[in-house]
């Protein structure tokens, strides 16, 4: 079963808004990640944030990490066209045979009208 | 470098045929796995191999079999199709299991 549940499933913003997407999960991790996927196209790493970090900076995306409340969200800044894809969570469980793969969530479908 | 690399990209089968999914990794990653996407369903991940020489099931491995032929090569195979496996298969590669994955471009597979 899919711990990370990525909210909203679709969301549509204006060329230069800031876009939010949401992760929650089950279980205690690792680690988790950002995945951006563009249409037709294999997925592609965007970020990783540890269990002991709270915020991550790369260019213009931000990712926090609450493992209090079990949830991560991903801050697009300034967003472009080109930032139209979908956007997977995964995380890395803590412990157990669990820990050699990551679990995807179900993504979340960002579209950047221009 | 090519990263990871799938082949075919398309394929069609009919109903009970075989066929074997090739990928490649050139980063000398030692965990490398199968996944599959459906619309609606996230990415399902069907077989993994932590290291070489290692093979495990993930959460939809029935009707897959996979052989880890070597740390640069991953093979899924389907030994009799169903119209159920009609679907994007991705396969993955990471230095070790739980860290960041980089993906293969997919292959299409239409099973009728």
């Known amino acids: 079963s899919q711990q990370g549940e990525e909210d909203p499933q679709a969301l549509s913003i204006q060329e230069g808004e800031n876009a939010t997407m949401n992760c929650s999960y089950k279980t205690s991790i690792n680690n988790l990640q950002w995945y951006r996927q563009n249409s037709g196209r294999g997925l592609v790493h965007l970020i990783l944030?540890?269990?002991?970090?709270r915020e991550k900076h790369s260019g213009r995306l931000r990712v926090t990490l609450d493992t209090s409340k079990k949830s991560s969200s991903l801050l697009i800044t300034a967003s472009r066209a080109a930032d139209t894809a979908s956007y997977f969570c995964a995380t890395k469980p803590l412990r157990g045979g669990g820990s050699e793969k990551l679990v995807f969530g179900k993504g979340t479908k960002l579209t950047v009208n221009p | 470098n090519a990263g990871v690399t799938q082949t075919p990209k398309f394929q069609v089968l009919k109903t009970g045929q075989s066929m074997t999914l090739q990928c490649a990794q050139d980063m000398n990653h030692n965990s490398m796995y199968w996944y599959r996407q459906d619309p609606g369903m996230g990415l399902r991940l069907i077989y993994y191999s932590a290291s070489e020489g290692t093979t495990d099931k993930g959460e939809v491995p029935n009707g897959y079999n996979v052989s880890r032929l070597n740390k640069r090569e991953f093979s899924l195979r389907l030994e009799s199709a169903a119209p159920s496996q009609t679907s994007v298969y991705f396969c993955a590669s990471s230095v070790y299991g739980g860290e960041t994955q980089y993906f293969g471009p997919g292959t299409r597979l239409l099973v009728l």
């Open positions: 944030i540890r269990s002991n970090e």
